[in-house]
């Protein structure tokens, strides 16, 4: 019987080692699942952040590109306007200087009017005016809203 309790002392304390072992493994898992869980808490807290400041910045890039839209629709506005009646569309210009020795007859006479080439160009610079005016105000807000926060 003797040899039989000494088996079953280094059985029971074999047990009892391998308990404590498990219980320590289970004391690190546990540390180890606390840490991920709140790595996971702050990355979902950072994704919602995220999510917020690209909602913020669709907003403000869809602003802008509605006012762009509605300026080239004045601009366009305008240009149908000046093609139908140019007779009221007042263009600053300048009429060549007749020579002195020429006669000064309203034969000659030509009403003050930019060339075709010119009127093409006004309008493409004012497009290009309003789309680059949107595009600074664009990044005006964006630098406001994501950099000197």
Do not use: F
């Not at 996971?40 to 590109?65: G, M, P, S, T, V």
């Not at 093409?120 to 005006?140: H, K």
């Amino acid at each position: 019987m003797n040899y039989l309790s000494k088996i079953m002392v280094i059985a029971i304390l074999c047990l009892g080692i391998g308990l404590l072992w498990l219980i320590d493994k289970n004391k690190l898992l546990k540390q180890e699942y606390n840490n991920i869980n709140q790595s996971l808490i702050l990355q979902i807290a950072e994704n919602k952040d995220y999510q917020l400041r690209i909602n913020q910045l669709n907003q403000l890039d869809n602003r802008h590109l509605q006012e762009l839209d509605h300026a080239k629709k004045e601009i366009d506005q305008l240009r149908d306007s000046s093609e139908r009646t140019p007779e009221r569309v007042y263009i600053k210009a300048e009429c060549p200087k007749v020579p002195a020795s020429s006669t000064a007859g309203l034969v000659d006479a030509n009403t003050a009017r930019p060339t075709d080439t010119a009127i093409r160009n006004y309008w493409v610079l004012r497009e290009r005016i309003a789309q680059s005016e949107q595009i600074i105000l664009g990044l005006q807000d964006y630098i406001r809203q994501e950099c000197i926060q």
